[in-house]
Each structure stands twice: as structure tokens, then as C-alpha cells.
């Protein structure tokens, strides 16, 4: 589904912060990005939600080589991508219900024909009596849900999530895995990244490690 | 995927919790993407409304300076006078009569008034006083004479006639006198349409930085929407047509004005003509209306500052779009 070939990353005339990247993210997968602070996590997840161009190999996604495409063509396949922000990013004059039918909007379906299926997935994410509530007062985790529902509502291929459980406490933190790992289960592959190993202990998955701006894949 | 079936090994919060079917019913319309009723929205509002005045008004003063000098040109260019001389020897009134009729019958003249003895000693009453034995003083006599609109006689030809029949008649067209106020109309044209177009940019620039801040404001919508997967062109289609609407308000806010302004002047002029002051400012500024053109250039600027702000936020969000991909 996804390959990198001889990826390089350096913003402006600084060192590479990513060298040598080669690795495949296949469909219905679930994998753990990990590494220390600094080592680049956050900009690998860019370079996957193509918000970021490489300076320099080859990112091939869904079969479509990435440097080679339109603006609306890269739209298109951030359209397949769901991804769950370390800081929710969710829009604070919208509601919950509002905010997670977003990426429905935006594909220009109408309102009468998605409004089920948002309220399904509120209800699924455990947000069904606060779908009219506005982002500020909800509380961390709930935030969290919201974000990880905005991600999945337009049933992506690939979803990714940076540092998901960073916010929340354990449990709260395993919950959310178990989250992650059964949309993984109805077929969405999955990237999570994060620094915590209890988290990454809890569930027998692939494991990509990011150290010194290299890649190591630990099947 | 399946979404129908809680996560069976999650317990509460999220088991247990349903939507209740008068929720999903009353859910609120859909918010708009990009927020109605922002400060930052509010105040591009004002600062609009308060340069389309502001251009408005100038326009409308660039438009009467204009108007006005025009005014003065055509009334000041339709008159000459003629100036009889009395000399020892000649019958002044016999002169002023035949200068009369040598004047009439030029091409482009419509009326020809000669001053009377009295109307003539009228004239120098400020300098002499009154009650002075004006028989005894040379007092010219003057020959009022008024042109066609654009009719250009040929005074040269006139002034040859009046110099072999009557010669103590002089010809006075005001040409320097013309010459001067078409120098001074021009100069206040041009100033008036100096200054309105230096208005116009500082209205442009000034909103388009207005518009650039309020988008600040806005930057995480774009993001969210860039993220979600939407094209360059709807981000800055949601941005475009919010903004178009925030510069039609504050431009038709600041137009309007204006034109309540103008509308009010105009009707102060029109109850005020006949009065002493009122015949004075209507001498000086002329009618004191922009006329139609006047206010259709303010519609017009209401139009422009709506498309100069919308223009603004479509390039802010391109910007920002560049700055993120």
C-alpha cells in the first residue's frame, strides 16, 4: 500500500533529520512507530499524510508515486489517510457531531445522507450524548475520541496517530488502543506513534523505530 | 467495517450510552466551516466600512471639485463684454448703440445687454459714493454679452467691425481671466483625482491587511481542512465566499453612509437655494450633488472593496496552503 525507497527528510539547509528511510506499510497492518523525542516520529507521519515533500527518494502510495502528483491529486489520497493529531486539532466552533462529519463535508456528500452514520460512530466511540457539545468543554479523552472518530468517519485505508495515548492516563491509554486495534481489525491499517513502551507491550505488533533519523523495522 | 457493535471489551464510559432519537433529531444545522461572528471578523467589518466612507467621501468631494471648476469655465467662457469709452467729441450713447447692434448681429450671440448710465454709475459707487454729479466724470458704459453654450464667435472679425465703427468700443473675451481658472480647475482635478486615487490604495491596503489578520485567526480551519483532504480550491472557495460577505457588509455599511451623507447635503442645498448663503455656496461649489455618477461610483466601490477583501483571503489562503504542504 505504502513504500518508501532511499527517503531523505532536512528542513532548509540543515542535516537530514530522516536518512535513508526503506520500508512498507502494507493494508490491514498495525505497527507502532517509536523512537526518542527528536527522532523524527512526527515528521514520518508528515511525509505518510503527504504534508510534507521528501528532498529526496521515492514514496510511493496506493500506487501512485507522490512527487509526480497534482495538488488535488495528493487531496485525493489524503482522502484514504486518516490521522489523529497529538493535539486533537479540532475545531472549536464546530460541535463534536460537526467535527467529526468534516471529512464528510469536505467530500461534498449531503448531511441527510451521513448524519446515521456520524451518529453511529459517536455513539461507537462512547460520544453519543455529547454530539452537540463544542470542543472546549469536552475533557481530554473525549477530545481524543472525537479526533480518532474524525479520522475513521470517511473509512480510510490508512490511519495514523501520533502519540495518541500522550494526553490520557492508562487506562484511558488502553482503551484507546483497543480502539485502535479493532478498526484495525475491520481493515484500516495502522500507524501509532509513541514513546510508551507499556503501551507498545500491551498488544504483539510490528514495531518501526526511529534512531539517529534511521529506520529500524522489527517484524 | 463494522461500527454497529460497542467494542465489547470496553466497559463504561463508552458502553451503555446511546444517542437518544430526539437528540439525533434536533442536532443543529451544520455550522459553517469558516465562523460568521469572529472579533477578528467584526473588526475587517469596520475597518471596511470605515475606508469605503472615507474613499466614498473623496470620491464625491473629486467628483464636485470637477463638476464645480467645469461650472466656472462654461459660465466665465459664455460672457464678454464691451467696454464703450466716452470721448470728447462722440455721443457715448450713440456708440453704445450701434456696438449693440454690431454685436447682435455676430454669430453666437444670444443676448446683448447694454448698462445703462445709472447701472454703469452703480458700478463705481463702492470706489466714488453715492451722490456725486456722475455727468461730469468719463464713465465708461459696459455691453454685456452673452454666447451660445460651445459657441465660439469669431471676436477677431467682431473686433475689426467695432474698431472702424465705433472706435472708442474695446472687446474684452476674458481670456486671460479663462485661461487663469482653466489653469485652476485643472489643478484642482487633478489634485481631487490625486487624492482619491492615494485614498483608493490606502483603502486597498489597508483592507487587505485587515483581511490577511483576520485570516491569522483562521489558520487552524485551514489546516484541518488541508488534513482532511480538501482541495486548494474549496478551502479557498469556504474562505472566499465568507469574506466576500464580511467586505459587502462593511462596504455597505460605509457606502451607505456616505450616501445618506451626500443624499443629506444635496437636500440642505435645495432648501437652502435663494437664501444669501445658500447662493454663495451654490457659487463656490456648485450644486453640491455628485449626481447620479456620483453615487453609482459609490456602489461601485462597495463592489470593489467586497471583491478587494474576498481577493485577499483567497491569496492568504493559498499562502497558507503553500506554507503547509
Redesign the interface.
Known amino acids: 500500500m505504502i513504500r518508501f525507497e532511499n527517503v531523505g527528510l532536512r528542513y532548509g539547509p540543515g542535516p537530514e533529520v530522516l536518512r535513508d528511510l526503506n520500508f512498507g506499510i502494507d493494508g490491514h497492518s498495525f505497527q507502532f512507530l517509536t523512537g526518542p523525542s527528536g527522532a523524527g516520529k512526527t515528521s514520518l507521519l508528515r511525509l505518510l499524510?503527504l504534508?510534507l515533500?521528501p528532498t529526496r527518494g521515492l514514496i510511493s502510495m496506493f500506487d501512485s508515486d507522490t512527487a509526480i502528483l497534482s495538488?488535488?491529486g495528493?487531496?485525493?489520497l489524503?482522502?484514504r489517510?486518516g490521522?489523529v493529531?497529538q493535539d486533537f486539532?479540532l475545531?472549536d466552533?464546530?460541535?463534536t457531531?460537526?467535527n467529526v462529519?468534516?471529512?464528510l463535508?469536505?467530500?461534498g456528500k449531503d448531511?441527510a445522507d451521513y448524519?446515521a452514520e456520524v451518529?453511529?460512530?459517536?455513539?461507537?466511540?462512547?460520544?453519543?450524548?455529547r454530539?452537540?457539545a463544542l470542543p472546549p468543554v469536552l475533557s481530554g479523552g473525549e477530545k481524543q475520541?472525537a479526533a480518532i472518530a474524525?479520522a475513521?468517519i470517511?473509512?480510510p485505508q490508512l490511519l495514523l496517530a501520533d502519540e495518541p495515548t500522550g494526553n490520557v492516563d492508562p487506562n484511558l491509554g488502553q482503551?484507546l488502543l483497543?480502539?485502535f486495534i479493532?478498526?484495525n481489525k475491520?481493515?484500516?491499517a495502522v500507524v501509532i506513534a509513541t514513546h510508551d513502551i507499556a503501551l507498545m507491550d500491551e498488544y504483539d505488533a510490528r514495531r518501526l523505530v526511529l534512531h539517529e533519523g534511521r529506520l529500524h523495522v522489527y517484524d | 467495517m463494522s461500527m454497529t457493535e460497542p467494542v465489547e471489551s470496553m466497559t463504561e464510559p463508552w458502553d451503555g450510552l446511546a444517542a437518544s432519537p430526539s437528540l439525533m433529531r434536533t442536532l443543529p444545522a451544520a455550522a459553517p466551516i469558516v465562523p460568521r461572528n469572529s472579533i477578528a471578523g467584526r473588526s475587517l467589518t469596520a475597518v471596511v466600512a470605515i475606508m469605503t466612507f472615507l474613499a466614498s467621501i473623496t470620491t464625491g468631494a473629486a467628483l464636485m471639485v470637477v463638476s464645480a471648476a467645469s461650472d466656472w469655465q462654461a459660465e466665465v467662457g459664455r460672457e464678454v463684454t464691451i467696454q464703450v469709452r466716452p470721448t470728447p467729441g462722440r455721443n457715448i450713447d450713440a456708440d453704445v448703440r450701434s456696438a449693440v447692434e454690431i454685436t447682435r448681429a455676430a454669430a453666437g450671440v444670444v443676448e446683448v445687454r447694454p448698462y445703462t448710465k445709472e447701472e454703469s454709475a452703480r458700478l463705481v459707487e463702492p470706489w466714488l459714493g453715492a451722490g456725486l454729479a456722475l455727468d461730469d466724470l468719463p464713465i465708461p458704459r459696459l455691453i454685456v454679452v452673452k454666447l451660445a453654450a460651445g459657441a465660439r464667435p469669431d471676436f477677431a472679425s467682431l473686433r475689426q467691425v467695432l474698431a472702424a465703427r465705433v472706435p472708442t468700443a474695446s472687446l474684452d473675451d476674458h481670456r486671460r481671466w479663462i485661461d487663469r481658472m482653466r489653469t485652476m480647475a485643472g489643478t484642482a482635478i487633478v489634485a481631487g483625482v490625486a487624492v482619491l486615487v492615494l485614498v483608493l490604495a490606502v483603502t486597498v491596503l489597508s483592507v487587505t491587511f485587515a483581511t490577511r489578520g483576520a485570516m491569522a485567526a483562521n489558520r487552524p480551519i485551514v489546516e484541518v481542512l488541508h488534513y482532511v483532504g480538501a482541495t486548494d480550491s474549496f478551502v479557498a472557495g469556504q474562505f472566499q465566499r465568507h469574506f466576500l460577505i464580511l467586505g459587502f457588509k462593511g462596504g455597505a455599511i460605509g457606502g451607505g453612509a456616505a450616501i445618506v451623507l451626500f443624499g443629506m447635503t444635496e437636500a440642505a442645498n435645495a432648501w437652502l437655494t435663494g437664501t444669501a448663503g445658500g447662493d454663495q455656496v451654490a457659487g463656490l461649489f456648485g450644486n453640491l450633488s455628485i449626481g447620479v455618477i456620483g453615487y453609482l461610483a459609490i456602489l461601485l466601490q462597495i463592489v470593489f472593496m467586497a471583491l478587494v477583501t474576498a481577493f485577499a483571503s483567497r491569496h492568504t489562503v493559498n499562502r497558507t496552503l503553500e506554507a503547509i504542504d
Open positions: 499524510l504534508s515533500r495538488k488535488d495528493r487531496a485525493n489524503r482522502r489517510i490521522m493529531f486539532r475545531l466552533h464546530m460541535t457531531y460537526e462529519a468534516l471529512p463535508r469536505v467530500l448531511e448524519r451518529v453511529e460512530l459517536l455513539q461507537w466511540v462512547g460520544l453519543g450524548e454530539m452537540a475520541r474524525r475513521v470517511a473509512r482503551r483497543r480502539l479493532e478498526l475491520s481493515g484500516t
